[in-house]
């Protein structure tokens, strides 16, 4: 069975929380690289700490739901499934509540991500069981119709079949949380498996 660490962050209202929280999780693993897929958060913070910071998001933003779309001046654009790096390109990758808009092509992409990462991989997603009230399931379907939004056990089982292996897991609270006994979002901390 496998062990991993589980830490609840305290419960917030904001997604700029999260995001300090985040910059401290990318400290604390002291990269040399960094590649940030379909976010711009972390710019300033890899200037400040010499880690060497690349973006890269859709060539086209996506038109449906309400999700974001976030670009950084320098960001390198793609179709959304080929990520244009070759292997061992970066210390720790991020993906912050983005493979749920890629509901066609997640597991080419991580099967890509596993590859171009030489150690870390965080990822952050919305999850989703059965059991969850329909105003979640409503709130998923108004941010990304048509995203796939997995539970737990099965972003630990894909993690485990691409050889990724769950370090830590992240339980990110928040104010608006319909049940307070379910968990609706994670971070992920995974090590690339050899």
């Known amino acids: ?8 962050f305290p419960s917030t209202a904001s997604v700029h929380d999260r995001i300090a929280k985040t910059k401290d999780i990318i400290l604390s693993l002291n990269p040399k690289t960094l590649l940030d897929i379909g976010g711009a958060d972390y710019l300033n913070l890899c200037k400040k ?27 390198i654009l793609y179709n959304g499934r080929d990520l ?10 991020v993906i912050n509540f983005v493979l749920h808009h890629a509901s066609n092509n997640t597991l080419h992409l991580l099967k890509q991500i596993r590859d171009i990462s030489t150690k870390y991989v965080l990822i952050g997603e919305d ?12 709130r998923n379907y108004a941010h990304q119709p048509g995203g796939v939004f997995r539970s737990d056990e099965e972003w630990r089982l894909l993690f485990n079949f691409f050889k990724l292996k769950l370090v830590r897991q992240y339980v990110i609270h928040r104010d608006d949380d319909i049940d307070k006994n379910h968990v609706y979002r ?3 901390l995974l090590e690339k498996s050899v």
């Open 84 to 93: 244009p790096f070759s292997k061992n390109s970066f210390d720790l990758i």
């Open 127 to 138: 999850l989703s069981e059965l059991d969850y009230d329909l105003k979640w399931h409503k």
């Open 186 to 188: 994670c971070l992920y």
């Open 49 to 75: 700490h010499n880690i060497q910071y690349t973006t890269i998001n859709l060539e086209t933003p996506q038109t449906t739901g309400g999700g974001g779309y976030h670009k950084a001046e320098d960001t």
């Open 1 to 8: 069975m496998e062990s991993f660490e589980i830490i609840h």
